[in-house]
């Protein structure tokens, strides 16, 4: 019986260090962790080892809930996959696990919870984008890639993918761009 932390934080700008130090106080064998989005599961590879690695009698542990997820559905899901493979899962804070009963009780609330902050975080953003916006404060986001330089690159005859990798943006991206320069469009 293994016991396995996961830990994770949303940007590449966010410390890992607090939760990597409270799985390894816990005893945490294997620590797994990540820089990515917990909305969905998507591009969660880390994650996705952790549960094909886990045995029966393994226990997956995390320090807070919406570590694992901020979606409900996504977090029972990861929590039955785990039972499935005969291992439980362990939150540290609050301390609860699916050893028993109250623990799946205590999670589905907690999940719940961690959905519906999200969604609290969403609507205040976009209220204060709105508010913003009336005040003329709002000028939007800042550019993540140089526009000008895609469009340099397209004019001397290099592909989508050479620019995306160049750029460092999608091909998806590169393509907006030319296809928003051809008919004048802004972006």
Known sequence: M???GYARVSTTDQDLQTQLSK???????VIRSEKVSGGSRDGRAELATIIDFLRPGDELVVTRLDRLGRDTRDV???????????????????HV?????M??????VLGMVAQM???FIKDRQRE???QAKRGGVYKGGKPRFDRVR????GKRGIGPSDISKTVGCSRMHVYRVLKASRNDDPI
């Open 76 to 94: 029972l899901n990861l929590i039955y996959e785990c039972e499935q493979r005969g291992a439980f899962v362990t939150v540290l804070d609050p």
């Open 2 to 4: 293994a016991r396995i």
């Open 23 to 29: 799985l390894k106080a816990e005893g945490c064998e």
């Open 150 to 153: 895609i469009l340099e690159l």
């Open 128 to 130: 204060g984008i709105e």
């Open 117 to 119: 902050e999200r969604r």
């Open 103 to 108: 623990g799946h009780i205590v999670l589905t």
């Open 97 to 101: 696990s699916t050893r028993g009963e």
